[in-house]
Structure formats: structure tokens, C-alpha cells
């Protein structure tokens, strides 16, 4: 089992930044990906930034948000981020980070159902 705390949301203008944190216990070497997904009111949720960790680690991100945001991990701490820079306001909705012991999920990264462990999300509002 892995345990997944989300923090670090707010409310920001436009241009603003924002870093989202993810504290992780448990049984976290057995993620082959670490992700934040996104789901705002009355959309589906999607992936926007993935990192593969094991056997190599690699990143991947959603085209709408490629050049601003990043994820990064420190392993010292069990924390995955997200640096969100240059914000707008369709990045408002409910951020949430997941993980899956899945190996699959290293070729299905952006779906959904590949990531069998999530938080309990940390909303990001940005305002015009």
C-alpha cells in the first residue's frame, strides 16, 4: 500500500506560480510511476505531468502544459512536486497524485486506470 498527502494549492492570478507537494509512506518502492493528475468540475480527469522511477526514471507531460510545469521527486524525503509556473486560468481544478505499482503504467502513462493509488487532492484556482 501507498499513501499519498497532497499540499501546497491555493488560489493565484494569472502568471502566478505555484509548487504542489506530495509526501508519500509506505510501500513506495514498489511505484514504477509517480503522477499528478487533474480534474476540473464537470471534465474527466487527466494526467499532466508523469515520472516513471524504476528500472530508469523519465518525465512526460500534457501538451498544455509542457514549458511550465515540472515534476520532480526527492527521494531523501518521499516527495513528489510540481513547480506550476505561468499559470492561467484553465489549470484551475483539483490536483491530485498518484502512483502505480503497475508496470504498464510506464507505457500508459497518461491513462487513468493504470494508477492504483491517489491522494485526496489539493485545489488550484487561478483567476483572470
Known amino acids: 500500500q501507498v499513501q499519498l498527502v497532497e499540499s501546497g494549492g491555493g488560489s493565484v492570478q494569472t502568471g502566478g506560480s505555484l509548487r504542489l507537494s506530495c509526501a508519500a509512506s509506505?510501500?513506495?518502492?514498489?511505484?514504477?510511476?509517480m503522477a499528478w493528475f487533474r480534474q476540473a468540475p464537470g471534465k474527466e480527469r487527466e494526467g499532466v505531468a508523469i515520472?516513471?522511477?524504476?528500472?530508469?526514471?523519465?518525465?512526460d507531460y500534457a501538451t498544455s502544459v509542457k514549458g511550465r510545469f515540472t515534476i520532480s521527486q526527492d527521494d531523501a524525503k518521499n516527495t513528489l512536486y510540481l513547480q506550476m509556473n505561468s499559470l492561467k486560468p484553465e489549470d484551475t481544478a483539483m490536483y491530485y497524485c498518484?502512483?502505480?505499482?503497475?508496470?504498464?503504467?510506464?507505457?500508459?502513462?497518461?491513462?487513468?486506470?493504470?494508477?492504483?493509488?491517489w491522494g485526496r487532492g489539493t485545489q488550484v484556482t487561478v483567476s483572470s
Open positions: 515520472m516513471t522511477t524504476r528500472p530508469t526514471s523519465s518525465t
Open positions: 509506505g510501500d513506495t518502492y514498489s511505484a514504477y510511476c
Open positions: 498518484e502512483a502505480s505499482s503497475r508496470l504498464t503504467c510506464r507505457y500508459n502513462r497518461f491513462t487513468t486506470n493504470e494508477y492504483n493509488y
